[in-house]
């Protein structure tokens, strides 16, 4: 289960705690910076990042007008989570769960090495749009069907693009292969990250040198490609909040609402999102997702025949 609330709202209570700016600053490093799993901080420093990801309940919990509407939502939001757990299907899943499910499912498809991201877009009314998931675009390769050692070995090179069968990149490939070479020998393909390759022998941390579409970017598409219906005043579910440009496309689209669950590191809220007159709502999600989904809302046995059972 994740607790989480809006980031902003998060810093606000830390500064009501005393922490200043600088400390926060310091914390989040420790507590969202990714570590590898042969690092021994990735089992002894909090992954929020990573519970926010693997986590299949969530509650939100944002700032309320006074203390009683504050425990109302939270009181609401575990009352429901229990009383699934002890009758589950006693109700069937929201329109929000329902939508933030597809996306979640949806972003299984991707073939990302790095993090996997589902998006879907309805119309007001909640039907299904598009959906979409981070993934490199049609007729290209997905990274996780593609190996370090092909490239370096000249195979399969359709794959691969004219600058990564560069000898500039190939060279790069394979000074940061050699750690590799036990895995490849136990006959394990082994697929690299374009975007950590280029941006080490760049020495850059550019996030622009991805290969894949971002999910929310790929749900767009895929509603234009299909000529679907207006988007305006339909909302987004994400399973990880929009970048910049992907908020700059939602707001342009006339996006009313977007529901998300990882929060974007970004400046998209502050800057893209909250400016103009169309702005749209974001809402930390609640509710329901994963294995959670099918547990609670699957009920033992048909309503209707525990009632029979019950009544004889």
Known sequence: MAVSAPDDQRKIRLRKLKFSDEEIENLDKVEYEPHDLDEPEFFTVQDIQGCLQRADLYVSNPDAKNAAAKFSSLSAQVLR???LIRR????????????????YTAKLNSGCISR?????????????????????ALGQVPCNLRSRSDLLLG?????????????????????????????????????????????????????????????????????????????????????????ELCSKK?????????????????IAVSHILQSGTKRPVLELFSGAIGKAFHRLYSPLVPLKDELNALGR
């Open 155 to 243: 195979q399969d090179l359709s794959a691969y693009s004219e600058y990564e069968v560069s000898d500039t990149f190939k060279d790069q490939l394979q000074n940061s292969s050699a750690g590799y070479a036990t895995l490849t020998t136990c006959g394990r393909s082994v697929p690299f990250c374009f975007k950590a390759e280029y941006n080490a022998l760049r020495k850059e941390k550019n996030q622009v040198h991805t290969r894949s579409l971002h999910a929310e970017e790929n749900a767009f598409l895929q509603a234009a490609r299909h000529h679907s219906a207006t988007l305006e005043g339909g909302f987004l579910f994400t399973t990880a909040a929009p970048c």
């Open 116 to 136: 996997q991201v589902g998006a879907v877009v309805t119309g007001p009314d909640f039907s299904i749009r598009s959906l979409g998931w981070n993934d490199v």
């Open 250 to 266: 939602a707001y342009q689209l006339g996006i009313k609402r977007i529901f998300y669950i990882d929060p974007y590191p970004g």
């Open 88 to 103: 589950p299907g006693i109700v069937t899943p929201t329109h929000i769960e329902r939508c933030m499910q597809v996306a």
């Open 81 to 83: 989570f229990v009383s």
